[in-house]
């Protein structure tokens, strides 16, 4: 495990968001520390000090300086990789790459619907409302590819 000691991770169990960073932690072995805010309500109750509101994941980063907060698990991936990374780039769950996917796949399938016959347009919009949802709300469903 790297030295990653003075990094803490806001977050809570079943929240995607949060796994696609712990995804890139493991991926990089490093050893951070979880702040899980639905077990620990002080944890819940320092994030909102510092970020004005509960959502996670956040990633707290500690120095002599202060602390420094960072939101938004693309940013915190990207942050993670840049600093530890060595060059290495993110796995697949912990990329953008399944919001970009979902978001391809739909705008391809909304195309799509225009020329399809009208018994089976209102399916594909269906489809593409499904893929887009996955890809952006549900990226653990892109997990196997
Ligand atoms: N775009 C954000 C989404 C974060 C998000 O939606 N987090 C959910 C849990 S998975 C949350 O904290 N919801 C409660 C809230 O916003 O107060 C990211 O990628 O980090």
Redesign the pocket.
Known sequence: MDNADHLSLYR?D?????D??RAAISDLGLDVKERDIRSHSQYAQDLRTAMG??????LRIDSAEGSEWI??????VRYLYAQYGGGKKPAFLASNQPQRLGTIIAISLLVISLFVPDEIRLWTLVAAAGVWLLGNRAPHFWKWL
């Open positions: 809570f079943g929240c995607p968001w949060c696609r960073v509101k509960g959502t996670v994941p956040v939101s938004e698990s693309a940013d915190i």
